[in-house]
C-alpha cells in the first residue's frame, strides 16, 4: 500500500494532483511568480527615482549656467544690469533665459520676488536663484521634495 502511494503511476506528488482539470497555476506558482515581479518591481522604481533626480540636479547646474549666461552679456544694458535683476523688473532677463532653454522645454524661468525661480515641470521640482552685486547667480533654495542633493556655498551638491 505504501509502495502504491509512492509509484511513479500515482499523481499524489505532481502539480497536477492539485489542479481540478490539470490546466492553470497553483497558488504557490501564483505566490512565487508575484513575489519575483514585486522585488523587480521595488529595485526599478528605486533606480527611476534616483535617477529622475540625478537628470534634475544637472536641469538646475544648466539653468544657473543659462542665467549666469544671461546676467554676464546683459550686465551692460541698463535692463538686465544686476541691480535692476534684484529689483522688480525683471522680465528682460527671464524672457531671455527661458529663450537660452528652449531647448529644454522642461525648464521654465519665472518671478519669484527677490529671486528668480527654475521650474522643472516633468518632476515639480524647483530651485530659486538669487543674484549677487557682482553680477553672479547664486543658488538659494530646493523645494522639499529634494532627497539626494542639497545648497552648498551657491551651488547644487549631492549629500554622501
Known amino acids: 500500500m505504501i509502495s502504491s502511494f509512492f509509484s511513479a503511476s500515482q ?3 505532481r502539480p497536477s494532483a492539485f489542479r ?7 497558488l504557490l506558482e501564483l505566490c512565487v511568480i508575484f513575489g519575483i515581479v514585486a522585488v523587480l518591481s521595488a529595485v526599478a522604481i528605486g533606480n527611476w527615482a534616483t535617477t529622475t533626480e540625478v537628470r534634475d540636479a544637472a536641469a538646475v547646474q544648466s539653468g544657473q549656467a543659462a542665467l549666469q549666461q544671461v546676467i554676464s552679456q546683459g550686465s551692460t544694458r541698463a535692463d538686465t544690469s544686476p541691480a535692476n535683476l534684484l529689483a522688480s523688473q525683471r522680465n528682460n532677463v527671464l524672457t531671455a533665459a527661458n529663450l537660452l532653454m528652449q531647448n529644454r522645454r522642461e525648464l521654465v524661468f519665472s518671478n519669484a520676488a527677490p529671486n528668480v525661480r527654475l521650474s522643472i515641470t516633468t518632476s515639480g521640482r524647483w530651485a530659486n536663484f538669487s543674484v549677487d552685486a557682482d553680477g553672479n547667480v547664486v543658488l538659494q533654495a530646493l523645494s522639499a521634495d529634494w ?3 542639497t545648497v552648498d556655498n551657491g551651488v547644487i551638491t549631492r549629500r554622501h
Not at 481540478?20 to 497553483?26: D, L, M, N, V
Open 147 to 149: 532627497t539626494d542633493f
Open 20 to 26: 481540478a482539470s490539470g490546466k492553470g497555476f497553483t
Open 11 to 13: 499523481n499524489h506528488f
